[in-house]
């Protein structure tokens, strides 16, 4: 793999990192309600996730899914349905002000558990992946090597993109002065929560 050939690679996950999803909507909802701590974990988990969606693209398992209807509507309907459940319990969740005392309200294993699965159940980053990759991977050079160096490339810019989401967070989180803000804020997050689950039902196989 040639340098320019990854530097296009990293310009395109670079644009399509930045797309909010529920990635992005995790962070930044872990970050005002758990502080930095418990966003750690969460981008941690993100990113386990993340990689062992690569991980089965490299062993084939992805294009499996992609070319399965069944197979990825059951993964799809998994991940809406938990994506509408987490909106629930956000919406739902009460006002708070202090991010340090809250940072405790959920043990941040639970957070990153949360987080593995918010990025394993969305099928459209696993058919992505198996979509993007055979485009920059080289037939006449060593396959596994060009893999571990775009899924490399894929891990470091989602934690980039991650980190600049959770600093826009706590930037929101400095404007919340009075319960009733953090409680609009809660609704907020969860009715994204809800609306992107609800994006990934009607979503087709392409």
Do not use: C
């Not at 966003?39 to 399965?68: D, F, K, N, T, Y």
């Amino acid at each position: 793999m040639t340098f320019d050939w990854w530097l296009t690679y990293l310009v395109t996950t670079f644009i399509l990192s930045l797309s909010p999803g529920s990635g992005a909507i995790n962070t930044m909802s872990t970050t005002i309600s758990h502080g930095k701590r418990g966003v750690v974990a969460s981008i941690a988990g993100l990113q386990l996730g993340l990689a062992l969606h690569i991980v089965l693209v490299g062993i084939g398992l992805g294009a499996l899914i992609s070319q399965s209807l069944l197979a990825f509507e059951i993964l799809k309907w998994l991940g809406a349905a938990y994506l509408i459940w987490l909106g629930i319990v956000q919406w739902r969740a009460a006002g708070a002000v202090d991010l340090h005392a809250l940072a405790t309200s959920l043990p941040r294993r639970k957070l990153f558990k949360r987080a593995i699965f918010v990025n394993l159940t969305n099928p459209k980053s696993i058919v992505f992946l198996a979509a993007l990759f055979p485009q920059f991977v080289l037939p006449h050079q060593p396959q596994a090597a060009q893999y571990l160096i775009l899924g490399a490339t894929t891990l470091i810019v989602d934690i980039i993109v991650m980190i600049g989401y959770a600093a826009l967070a706590t930037r929101i989180a400095g404007w919340i002065k009075a319960p009733h803000q953090m409680k609009l804020l809660n609704r907020i997050f969860g009715g994204l929560f809800m609306l992107i689950g609800a994006l990934l039902a009607t979503a087709k196989k392409v």
